[in-house]
């Protein structure tokens, strides 16, 4: 009697394998009908079916637009600080909650079809601290409300987007700080429409460029009291790259002067880059340069993670003179996430002095 | 040179097919019975290995309910805003026709590394695992069974163990109507810093440990324990039958091996070709002995599949799978046993004097030293049996406990018949019958081997026996208690189960309804019933000790049943107390048998039980009812009631099903019995083949006297029914021993639950029977070949050297 042989069972994934193809997924309704590549950066390019597109011709209402977006596929909550420690010493912080709608239309409890993902980071010059967190919606475990501001997943939480305050923590790091905005909410592109290709994909963008911000980190070596200046970056599209942009870099400056300067360089595949730019003045005044204005010129690269990434570049905007080198504060800033980029703390040298935060997706 | 010697060596085995054969297939069965029982062992815990890698039990902490079997969802997201890494698990079972699946839903987002074995199939989806009706992965023997009934796409997933399914955390509580509740919490091991103290944020949780392991494993730990203990058994007896065979082969290769070191061939090499040749066979006789093997794991795994299934809940794939580690351990058990079997005659060879006359002669005459030894070594074994008995605790004091008793009984087997043969050769009376006895005698040592292994399986035969059949006595009585009602009907809702009590209670003398929770109580999972007060329970209900008035104690709400496992592993007498889920504490009023279930039950009062759960599924009654009247109750209840044919059972049923469970649990036992009786039977055989040879200059001078050769051989047949005989008088007690070991020792131990003995002498005569007409059969052969031995042979052992 010939006993049947049973096939044998493939291996459980790794945690990650599962997650970035699942994140690759989140941002995609439907099968994964294709390798990673051909979707873009985590999967940004996939269809918006069913989902609502951003309208060149909607303005911001705050305090509403602080909070979620349903309606829109994918949006962030992006902040970013540079600190600096009582003996001088630089540090770098982010916090940053995603929510993606993995289907269109809402619905209770463990149906909503919301996922939240959070990424904290601490940077020092020797070391970079990651934490990652992923929620569901509709339960309570993750989530953002506009009025009074709060956002949230697990135990890092932000409250109060005005005065507020920020606290994460990761297996070998925490913090808790505060927030002051001095300086008010500046849409990004054409008043808040930010293009993101020639083909026309977009988002709704704007910062709070004007936050101080202090507190305490908690690091393996003991706690630092820090101060320094915050970047809130808020977007929300449901396409924001074509399926043939491979990834971006970005950048936002605080200059010496109190000018604040945005610009990204999207990449693809087969055209030059789409690089734009927003110049923002010490009272706020946003000034956006279309595709073409801003120089972006990598000047060296380091291996990060087994990947060659420009931690190094030369930035030039003529119409504003600037011609400035950055360089990583922390060439080894690499978010070891489920969705893995490079972003951390850099300064800026030349015709404007400064400091600011790079990041940059898609190096493979 | 090497050549040639091997040549010479193996030429034996050529002139020799049946003792070759015996050799091999003796080593083959010796390493199939072994090897079988592990690869049933080995599928069995991967089953649950794999039941375990989705649950997360074998690897992670978990968060349990320390009463009730659920906490609220808040608790989940109350602990995740706390900082503490947790991932929510659902579990409960659904039925769909006659199929009953153990759901269970996980949350994919924040569940730890590697939980789900079949996360490719969400991380391929996650929109459709997570959102809309979701997605239900179950084992493709499960899937098309499932069909559209749950609502949701069923995946078809062979890395899902049967009888298993799961799906998102939302599916799940749906499906289980369990909104807002959550099972238990995986622990995730990479924990952030400077969280507070667990106990202090999860209060009235407790913490299971990795190591604690699962409930599955360790309920269904003493039923390996037992087949392994099998296993082990039927390869001692196996290794008789090798042995033998080496033996005789090198007792009649003595003048090759002579010769071959007369004409130049060093020790050494000699060595070195005798044990080549011991390999070659070990590693042939291995091989086949895997095929055989795995042929006997295939065929019994269904059985023990069931067994499992039945008893513990516990769900086994019904294939097997080759797996590389226990083709190892199987060559390497054959490697082994003929390197034991072998030693003997290696070191004859080591020891052979090269002048020496070249002459096989029987083995070891029978020396005083040998049976104080063996008299002294089964003393030691008793008084260690005795202590641990004594001293020792859990199954493994147990099966120490039965080793050491049946390896005593097997050294003093020789002891015993030297003792009754000595006796048979003072009593004897002239010179034929005291040669017969004192020859006899003469032969214990080459055959004490034969009959050990004869007896450790009669007595294995007889103390397993003992035990299934008083086990089921016990069970079938028992079952006559438990089982009161003469019907049992089960509604679909409780909207409809009320209906149904209200349908049933004109038309039946009594309707009992027969509701339960599942609950922790005592940290592990249990049930709790709820039974009104009725004259049905006061007269029948299985009880082993209680208080008096125990049944007013139980309607009145003080005071509770428990059932004798439950006491057992808790030390409960009547009269203590006991803590319950939802705050209830009670006293155990008594105390009832419970067989067939591995888990703990309790007892109470319905309506306090309501008052508690009130959330608890009131769909099942039992009805009383006049015998005769249940076929006419049932068609109405399925006719103008409207109750699916499915939902209406009748006791004879039931019973039936459950005693085929009993049955099914020991097929596997009986067919183990069988074969290890089969290998005795064989090992006789082999050793009334060697000595038959060898004692032909035995026999030589008896023939001169004038004995002719038919009366030789009835002498030897019935020398060999002598033997057989007392050995099998001999493994009567050794297996009640073994029985009582069985009912009262190991059973409390492995399933909590204490079994009256029964003796069955019917049993013991109709296997002693069956033992002589092996041993007849056995020495059957060698008889006829004496009897047909040329007298030319016979006289020419007078004129040869020997």
Redesign the interface.
């Known amino acids: 009697m010939p006993p049947r042989a049973r096939s044998p069972r493939p291996r459980p994934p790794t945690r990650r394998r599962l997650l970035q193809t699942g994140l690759a997924a989140l941002a995609l309704p439907g099968p994964l009908p294709g390798p990673l590549a051909a979707q873009g950066f985590a999967g940004l390019a996939g269809t918006a079916q069913g989902f609502a597109l951003p309208d060149p011709a909607r303005r911001f209402a705050f305090p509403a637009d602080h909070g979620p977006h349903p309606r829109f596929r994918i949006e962030w909550w992006y902040l970013t600080a540079n600190l600096t420690g009582p003996d001088g010493a630089e540090y770098g912080l982010q916090w940053t909650l995603f929510r993606s709608a993995l289907a269109p239309g809402g619905g209770e409890g463990w149906q909503s079809p919301e996922a939240w993902m959070g990424h904290a980071a601490v940077t020092t010059a020797t070391a970079h601290h990651v934490a990652e967190r992923f929620g569901r919606g509709g339960i309570g475990q993750a989530g953002v409300i506009a009025e009074p501001f709060e956002a949230w997943i697990d135990d890092w939480h932000w409250q109060g987007i005005e005065t507020g305050r920020l606290a994460a923590r990761g297996r070998d790091f925490a913090y808790d700080m505060t927030l002051q905005a001095e300086g008010p909410f500046v849409p990004q592109g054409a008043a808040g429409y930010s293009v993101k290709s020639a083909a026309g994909q977009a988002s709704h963008y704007y910062s709070q460029p004007f936050y101080r911000i202090d507190g305490n980190l908690r690091l393996p070596g003991g706690d630092i009291p820090v101060t320094g200046r915050a970047w809130l970056d808020r977007e929300w599209s449901s396409q924001p790259l074509t399926p043939d942009q491979t990834g971006w870099d970005w950048v936002s400056l605080h200059f010496e002067t109190g000018e604040k300067l945005m610009g990204y360089r999207l990449r693809a595949r087969n055209a030059p880059p789409y690089t734009v730019a927003t110049w923002i003045a010490p009272d706020g005044t946003p000034t956006p340069y279309e595709a073409g204005h801003l120089a972006a010129e990598p000047l060296g690269t380091t291996e990060v993670a087994g990947r060659m990434v420009p931690t190094a570049w030369r930035l030039t905007l003529a119409a504003r003179t600037l011609d400035v080198t950055i360089a990583a504060l922390n060439p080894q800033s690499w978010m070891a996430t489920t969705v893995a980029y490079w972003e951390g703390p850099v300064r800026a040298t030349g015709s404007h002095p400064g400091r600011g935060y790079l990041e940059m997706t898609g190096y493979e | 040179m090497h050549a040639a010697g091997l040549a010479a060596l193996l030429s034996h085995w050529r002139r020799h097919p049946l003792q070759l054969a015996t050799l091999i297939l003796g080593l083959a069965l010796a390493t199939a019975l072994w090897s079988g029982v592990q690869a049933i062992n080995a599928e069995a815990r991967a089953s649950y290995d794999?039941a375990e890698?989705i649950l997360g039990e074998a690897r992670f902490g978990q968060l349990l309910p320390e009463e009730g079997d659920s906490l609220p969802?808040?608790r989940?997201?109350a602990l995740?805003?706390?900082?503490w890494?947790v991932s929510p698990v659902v579990e409960g079972r659904v039925e769909i026709v006659g199929v009953t699946l153990r759901l269970i839903g996980i949350?994919?987002?924040?569940?730890?590394?590697?939980?789900?074995?079949?996360?490719?199939a969400?991380?391929?989806?996650?929109?459709?695992f997570?959102?809309?009706p979701g997605m239900i992965l179950a084992n493709p023997a499960d899937a098309p069974r499932i069909g559209d009934r749950l609502k949701a796409r069923i995946v078809a997933s062979?890395?899902v163990p049967p009888g298993v399914a799961y799906t998102?955390?939302?599916?799940a509580?749906r499906l289980l109507s369990r909104?807002?509740e959550v099972s238990r919490l995986i622990l995730l091991p990479?924990?952030?810093?400077?969280l507070p103290d667990l106990s202090a944020a999860a209060p009235g949780l407790a913490l299971r440990t990795p190591e604690q392991g699962s409930d599955v494993s360790r309920l269904t730990g003493s039923f390996h324990l037992n087949l392994t203990a099998f296993g082990l058994l039927s390869f001692a007896v196996g290794l008789f039958i090798v042995h033998s065979a080496i033996g005789l082969a090198f007792e009649q290769r003595r003048p090759i091996f002579r010769t071959l070191r007369a004409l130049g061939l060093p020790l050494q090499s000699l060595v070195l070709l005798f044990a080549a040749e011991l390999t070659g066979f070990a590693l042939v006789a291995g091989a086949l002995g895997m095929a055989l093997g795995?042929?006997i794991?295939?065929?019994l795994?269904p059985d023990v599949a069931a067994t499992l299934s039945g008893l513990y809940g516990a769900e086994v794939?019904g294939?097997?799978?080759?797996r590389p580690a226990w083709w190892a351990a199987g060559m390497a058990i054959a490697l082994a046993g003929t390197a034991l079997a072998g030693a003997g005659a290696m070191l004859k060879v080591i020891r052979l004097p090269l002048l020496a006359p070249a002459q096989p002669r029987a083995w070891a005459r029978a020396s005083q030293e040998r049976l104080y030894l063996f008299a002294g070594g089964a003393a030691g074994l008793t008084l260690a049996a005795f202590a641990a008995w004594r001293y020792g605790e859990g199954l493994a004091a147990g099966f120490v406990l039965l080793g050491a008793l049946l390896i005593a009984a097997a050294l003093a087997l020789p002891v015993v018949l030297h003792l009754a043969l000595s006796f048979g050769q003072h009593r004897a009376r002239g010179a034929l019958a005291a040669w017969f006895w004192a020859d006899t005698r003469q032969q214990l040592p080459g055959l004490s081997l034969a009959l050990m292994a004869l007896l450790l399986a009669l007595a294995a035969n007889i103390g397993v026996g003992t035990m299934v059949a008083s086990f089921r006595l016990t069970f079938t009585g028992w079952l006559d208690q438990r089982l009161v009602s003469e019907l049992y009907a089960t509604a679909r809702t409780d909207a409809e189960g009320a209906r149904l009590r209200a349908f049933l209670e004109p038309r039946a003398d009594a309707v009992l309804p027969i509701w339960h929770v599942e609950a922790r109580v005592a940290r592990l999972p249990a049930e709790i019933y709820g039974v009104i007060d009725h004259a049905t329970y006061r007269e029948t209900w299985p009880m082993l000790a209680a208080l008096p008035g125990v049944w007013d104690r139980v309607a009145e709400g003080t005071g509770v049943l428990v059932n004798e496992q439950l006491a057992l592993r808790e030390g409960l007498a009547p009269g203590d107390p006991i803590a319950l889920p939802e705050g209830w504490r009670a006293d155990v009023a008594g105390i009832y048998s419970d067989y067939g279930n591995p888990i703990g039950q309790v007892v109470a009062g319905l309506p306090h039980l309501v008052a508690r759960f009130p959330e608890i599924e009131k769909r099942r009654f039992g009805a009383r009812i006049a015998p005769a009247d249940v076929p006419g109750l049932a068609r109405v209840l399925r006719d103008e009631f409207g109750l699916p044919a499915g939902n209406i059972v009748d006791r004879a049923t039931v019973k039936r099903f459950s005693l085929q469970v009993f049955e099914r649990t020991f097929t596997v036992t009986a067919a183990l019995n069988v074969l290890t009786l089969a290998i005795a039977g064989f090992a006789i055989l082999t050793s009334l083949l060697t000595l038959a040879t060898i004692r032909q200059p035995q026999l030589a001078p008896v023939w001169a006297l004038g004995l002719t050769r038919r009366r030789l051989a009835a002498l030897e047949l019935a020398r060999a029914l002598l033997l057989a005989a007392l050995t099998i008088v001999a493994a009567v007690p050794v297996g009640l021993a073994l029985a009582w070991v069985l009912l009262t020792v190991i059973n409390v131990e492995a399933f909590g639950w204490r079994l009256p003995m029964h003796l069955f002498p019917g049993d013991w005569l109709r296997l002693g029977l069956l033992s002589l007409l092996a041993a007849a059969l056995a020495a059957l052969w060698p008889a006829r070949r004496l009897a047909r031995t040329p007298p030319a042979d016979l006289l020419k052992l007078f004129a040869s050297e020997r």
Do not use: C, H, K
């Open positions: 794999e890698a969802q808040s989940y997201v995740r805003r706390a900082g890494l949350d994919p987002l924040t569940m730890p590394t590697g939980l789900a074995p079949e996360g490719e969400i991380a391929g989806d996650l929109p459709g997570l959102t809309g062979a890395g998102d955390i939302g599916v509580q909104d807002g990479d924990q952030p810093r400077g795995y042929a794991a295939a065929a795994l794939a294939t097997l799978s080759l």
